[in-house]
Nanobody
Framework: VQLVESGGGLVQPGGSLRLSCSASGFAFSSYVMRWYRQAPGKEREFVAHISSTGDSTNYADSMKGRFTISRDNAKNTVYLQMFSLKPEDTAVYYC?????????????WGQGTQVTVSS
């Protein structure tokens, strides 16, 4: 099982980035996918969620209208498009796959990708 995030980097305030998370080793299309982030000295926080089929999404309040989560099950990839980035968006961004089967939770995490918003 592997989740590999990419697309992070340094961007100026107001800029945009698109993160990708490529999955392998499990039935990607059966898992809901989520993005989280963790800023220095802070706890990891939820960013966005997308259903296994991609027809349902939700976001943390502070990301609504600025971030868009999407997925391509044919490519085993989930994306996070980020617009109007702010310095407070600086964090390591992680993707997570989750599936619950007969009450058993299967969670897989990626290693994270750094996003730095700074002028």
């Amino acid at each position: 099982v592997q989740l590999v995030e990419s697309g992070g980097g340094l961007v100026q305030p107001g800029g945009s980035l698109r993160l990708s998370c490529s999955a392998s080793g499990f039935a990607f299309s059966s898992y809901v996918m989520r993005w989280y982030r963790q800023a220095p000295g802070k706890e990891r926080e939820f960013v966005a969620h997308i259903s296994s089929t991609g027809d349902s999404t939700n976001y943390a309040d502070s990301m609504k209208g600025r971030f868009t989560i999407s997925r391509d099950n044919a490519k085993n990839t989930v994306y996070l498009q980020m617009f109007s980035l702010k310095p407070e968006d600086t964090a390591v961004y992680y993707c997570k796959a989750r599936r619950v089967v007969s009450g058993i939770v299967y969670d897989y995490w990626g290693q994270g990708t750094q996003v730095t918003v700074s002028s």
